[in-house]
């Protein structure tokens, strides 16, 4: 059996994918998903130019040494456009390996630790009036945890926050918009949001915030303090974690469980993080990280030093990373949480997937390989149109992180 051709789709249904189609000789195919927010191009480049030629001919069922090939092989290791590059092809050979065995790839992993995947939604509001009413909307359709970010008064925008209650999409059409940031106005304002959120509906539901890697880490033990009282699922991204060591230093003053990880790309970028039980929840998805095969070493060292998964689902993973995440967490006997953004209906349409939310969950059937396919006809309706995430600037003009 031999990889006959690769293709990289494109796509722009209200926000950019992008997709490889990895088809064999014998008419069974692959998806997986390479998109990476505001750089897709990049990774679409490095396919075609630098990964597709090299595969033609392999047999697809050869996972691991196609992994090993691709991350030992190229000399050059890491970094996120290789890694989702290889997270990929990675992905569209499980896919592959499913539908051959005529299993779901749940199945060929280890089978079901679970029947459904706890998810939590995003609950965003201008002010925190509005951000309590999204809570009691996500609570009503059924949401058992609930992410919550609001406006903070003197700040013009805030990540996290759409324009007009509801939806929400980080990024934006055209060159990156700036935003301005004013940690001390963050730190007053949200314990604050918390008290009122809980004092509207109580303890029951989890609540989680996301703190976007915009603190220090003595304000980001600060912050897990002062939430302390609110009983927080988790706090996110306190602080950007290139240096690892900087989360020991807010898990020495705060019982506020910890995640981090969206923007990781390997197991070595949150090595110490597990290693020393720093964190609680590992947030690196199986697009961005290398794919199955690499994010399973990930879930395997995490679960010996009691650390969750919490992978990132925002709408610039596509339903192919999804259908990915949730096959894995069916799996995953470490599985803490999924984030799930919704999709906009086209991008259903372009990507019509088995994965559903039921009650707060996300269920799928017992369907083969990952349980997603791409419509190309409607997809090529849609070419790429440049879209960025914003940047952000304190009051003074300093560049911070975004
Ligand atoms: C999250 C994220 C996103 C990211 C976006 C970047 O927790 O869902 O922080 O909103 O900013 O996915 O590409
Ligand atoms: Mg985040």
Not at 84 to 95: F, G, R, V
Not at 337 to 363: C, K, S, W
């Amino acid at each position: 059996m031999k990889i006959e051709r690769i293709q990289t789709i494109v796509t722009c249904p209200g926000r950019n994918f992008v997709t490889v189609k990895v088809m064999t000789d014998q008419g069974v195919y692959g998806l997986g998903d390479a998109t990476l927010n505001g750089r897709e191009l990049a990774v679409s480049a490095y396919l075609d130019a630098h990964v597709i030629p090299c595969l033609i001919g392999r047999d697809p069922r050869c996972i691991e040494d196609i992994w090993q090939y691709l991350y030992r092989g190229a000399y050059w290791r890491r970094g996120p456009v290789t890694m989702t590059a290889i997270a990929a092809i990675d992905m569209a050979l499980w896919d592959i390996l499913g539908k051959l065995a005529n299993m779901p790839v749940y199945q060929l992993l280890g089978g079901k630790s679970r029947q459904r995947l706890l998810v939590y939604g995003h609950a965003n509001g201008r002010d925190h009036e509005e951000a309590v009413d999204a809570v009691h909307r996500h609570i009503a359709e059924g949401f058992k945890a609930i992410r919550v970010q609001s406006g903070v008064p003197g700040l013009s925008k805030v990540y996290g926050v759409g324009k007009q209650p509801g939806h929400y999409e980080p990024a934006e059409k055209g060159l990156p918009p700036e935003e301005p940031w004013d940690t001390a106005l963050y730190l007053r304002h949200t314990p604050e949001l918390f008290r009122k959120v809980r004092d509207a509906i109580g303890f029951e539901p989890h609540l989680l915030h996301d703190a976007h890697h915009r603190l220090t880490p003595i304000e980001a033990a600060r912050l897990g303090k002062a939430l302390e009282p609110f009983s927080l699922f988790w706090l996110e991204d306190a602080t950007p974690a290139e240096d690892q060591d900087a989360f020991r230093l807010i898990r020495q003053h705060t019982t506020t469980p910890l995640a981090v990880g969206e923007v990781f790309n390997s197991i070595w970028d949150c090595k110490d993080l597990i290693g020393n039980q720093l964190i609680d929840f590992i947030r690196t998805t199986i697009v961005h990280a290398g794919g199955i095969t690499h994010v399973r070493r990930i879930a395997d060292f995490a679960a010996m030093h009691q650390v969750r998964t919490g992978f990132h689902g925002a709408t610039d993973l596509s339903p192919v990373c999804m259908a990915a995440a949730v096959n894995f967490g069916l799996w995953a006997p470490n599985f803490g949480i999924q984030e799930l953004m919704p999709h906009n209906a086209l991008t259903d349409e372009v990507f019509p997937h088995n994965y559903r939310f039921e009650d707060g969950y996300l269920v799928m059937d017992e369907v083969p390989g990952l349980g997603v396919e791409i419509d190309e006809a409607l997809a090529a309706r849609y070419p790429y149109e440049r879209a960025y995430l914003p940047v952000a600037r304190l009051r003074d003009g300093s560049m911070w992180n975004w």
